[in-house]
């Protein structure tokens, strides 16, 4: 008999691969994770920033369920910045730059801390496959492991291909050799796949930089921590440039266009429309005279990226010799000097309507995907489905039933349904304006929504989950005192207060519906709400301030779990359900919906067709219940 | 055969008794079978014309879409009548499945004797009512509004029926409902990019009240619509005439001269209608609803006070009242809820003796008897030109339905809370909030709703992109 070496392998070291091996690991698997380069292990390949808004969300909800991600933000983020401060709680985002060193730092050392996961350099060619399941990999080297399950997380390396102007070079980031024998096997399993291209700017040399006349973006007085597990913020912060380019800088890259990789026609595969090239910018949006660029240093002060900056908002395949030249035309770099020149890279991926909502491939058990290759784009997408495929692959390793995140439950749960349900036009990102249940998702209460439930799936260790007890019976105790308090309209006024004199008495959380009533004014009027912490008195002011809209919300939710609980049976077969159109038939079976909803949310699906559906599994349910 | 969605099934398409033609229809995947086998050609095989023989024999199974004339025999052999066949296969289809048309003289025993011996062949059975038309629409053959439409228009009794309902089927409502649920995606299209963008320097970072202008409008536009639905509701359930006045004014009379046969029961002993008696009547194209009603005095027993509460009731409902009154004996009369707009008849002209009653000559009243019939034509010329004045417009109907209204009603009042708080200065997100909850209560009308749709319209608006 053959026994397994690991339960769990996964592949690649990127940051759905860091997740998934670390969550793997914390429920317990037998974990390896191989990647043909141990140091470049939570290496940030592109812009050197973690968060943002919707991003922020999954770094939250990352750390909710015990991940890496926003611990390792902690210990190197050195720019934090709460975007939307100013707007309502729902849609702020933290973010924050990162020292790529000390994040890089940070999350192997992280992963250093799980003692059943090891760290296997080795460039991953084949998978082992028997009895129609996945039983382990194979590496360059020709070594091979056994696995229960395997993950596989290998970003742009699939078939990479950078371009500069006219020149291409295979790679999966660069200097870096990309994987072909792997994305031959994904073929092979007669998985449908595609092609996209994302793009990175040059990097500059800070000391060449002229920033006398740059605008400053400074990091935030009171840096707020992305970790639950954290209260403070020791990383130096620093501050960030903003300059803009300028129609001299716009005539040189027009003049030059048709020298660029993705407007000569030599890239075949799709870019974000939310983060063009600098090419694009100035194409599409021809009218406009200038465009933003933040100089964001990719180090602190002395650090091994100490004198890079990232240029965020011209990322460009334009050749080398029109790169140097627009960039110069930019206010404060005219001296610059280019360290690495920008390109874009084209990579496979794998359609993710392949895969059910735990992220497993569905042409073969054992085997998840995760990250870029699923068609996303962005570290935090990659580090929400990881955590999601590297738990699932320990699940099923053990023979547990996968662990689901629906919509109404997780940013990462609506992140999943998108991907799986409809899948990519062009490389995924988060939004805010994705997630229907704004304003119940939000990164304040990611732990709320998602610890306890992470304890349950095994994917949570005990540290968090204690702390995460400890904070929720004092907003549970909170939350009582406040509706215990009351006033009355004559009482309130007397504070100050100004409710309609109808008589009626209001506890402090309806109180905290008004204006101009937050929680500092109630522990004005009762001096015994003082032992309350910041956390959680933020947390009763924000139920205060959105309660009708949760209430709505939560209604909407109630009904949208309805559609959810109704299952789809995994075999069923579209062809025998009466009333449907090919069409519809065709796209039910491409995505095999898990459940009713999703059935619902496949793109051109009408409500003829799920009415068809409903009413064939209603007959069906009530034929085996007749057995 | 047991019922399901997939059967083939069959149903007399135009309407039942004699006619000229009845038209029979048969859906599903085992049409042309049963084509073939009432066509008598063999079953096997396509059977079907091939490209190069153009001419088409009775030895054939029909090209698609052209009409061919087939004997159609049962099972036996024997005939059962010669009829023009139209064979429509899936997709191009009315239900988007393969359809078979059997145009068959009309008489009640060809089509009993043509569809009983399809379903002897136990290739078929017989539709649900609706069958076909919802098979259209679970194959995505027509959306919600144009399914419903299609309803109404087989109702339709009236031509002012049958020109709303043609008007929703061709779509005219649906684009109107899209054409709202565009502006709000516009509108949050613009709040959102504030709150996901708030870096760009494309994109305003407060939230934009000029970007809720069209929003105002659109209130405006739903309100009306509402408002609007009271007429259309007319056109759809009829136009509501309430007859009211003292007892034995002669109240039944006219009612029953308006509906030329005896509805009511007449007689001359005050309070005999005792209830609301009503009857149906087209005027001007439009259904219309008269109402007998108790005659109004203070009522002699519990019954008829029962009946005048329900005559007062009546008349509060109606889109118009006629009050009738003895010309004779005027003094009776019940004026004090006589409204701006009411039809007045003085009745049992026969009975004046050529003297002209008080009030003759004014508008609105008319000298009638509806004993002998005298004085009618003008009063009906006048209620039908009431009705049409009310009901005929040229602007698409919209809101027709209890359906649509309920979601209408909702979308109103997701966007009034949202534009008050934006008024109060509440957060973009909750603004947001209520213009998503609007449009989708309006994409559910027609069933579509994404949030893709959101993301597009950002990205075309705004250069955005670090």
Redesign the interface.
Known sequence: MITNTFDVIVIGGGHAGAEAAAAAARFGARTALVTHKLSTIGEMSC?PAIGG??KGHLVREVDALDGVMGRAADRGGIQFRM??RS??P??RGPRTQADRQLYREAVQDILREYPNLTLIEDGVEDLIVEHDRVAGVIGQSGRSWRAGAVVVTTGTFLKGLIHIGEKRIPAGRVGEAPAIGLSDRLYGLGLTMGRLKTGTPARLRSSSIDWSGIEMQPADADPIPFSFLNDRITVPQIACGIT?TSAEVHAVIGDNIHKSAVYSGAIAGRG?????SIED?VK??AD?D???V?LEPEGLPGSEYGDTVYP??ISTSLPEDVQEAFIRKIAGLERVEIQRFGYAIEYDYVDPRELTPDLAVKKLPGLYLAGQINGTTGYEEAAGQGLVAGLNAARFAAGNDPYILDRSRAYIGVMIDDLVT?GVSEPYRM????A?Y??TLRADNADQRLTEEGVSAGVVGSKRREAFHVKRSSIDAARERLQSLTLTPNEARAQGIHVNQDGKRRNGLELMGYDAVDFAKLRAVWPELSDVTPQVAEQMEIEAQ?AG?LD??EADIVAFRRDEDMRMPADLDYR?????????KDKLSTVRPATLGQAARI?GM????I??VL??LK?AAKKSARG | MAR????TIIALASGSGRAGVAVIRISGGGSAALLKGMTRLPTSGTGEAGGGVSRETSSTFPRPRHAVIRTLHDDQGGFLDEALVLWMPA?HSYT?EDVAELHVHGGPAVVEAVIGAALKTRLCRIAEPGEFT??A?????M??TQ?EAIGDLIDAETEGQRRQAGRLYQGEAARVFEGWRGLLVSA?AAL?AS????????IPGEINLTALEPIEALAVDLEAALGDAGRLASVRDGFRIAILGPPNAGKSSLMNRLARREAAIVSPIPGTTRDVVEVRLVLAGYPVWVADTAGLREAADAIEAEGIRRALTRAEEADLRIWVSDASDVSRETSSTFREGDLRVLNKADLLNGDSPPLAGSEDVFVVSARTGAGLDPLERRLAQIVRDRLETDEAPLVTRARHRELVEEALAAIERGLEGARIGI????V??DL??AARALGRIT?SI???D??DR??SQF????
């Open positions: 812009n808004l919707g975007l939307n707007k309502g729902a849609v803009w974000p429309r939310y983060c063009p910018k599409r949006f406009r200038k465009h933003q933040f965020n908002g409809r939004f805010t304006s994705r229907e704004r304003l959105y809209y709505r919300q025998a359900i009466g009333g449907l159109s090919n069409e519809a793109e009408t409500p003829g067709a009415t068809a009413g064939y007959r | 399901g969605p997939s059967d997709p988007g919802r098979r629409f679970d194959a995505g053959r959306d919600l399914a949050m959102e709150i996901d963008f708030p870096d760009e320097a494309d957060g973009a997100e909750l947001s909030e998503r909850l069933g994404d949030a893709e959101l993301l950002i990205f250069c955005v992109g670090k």
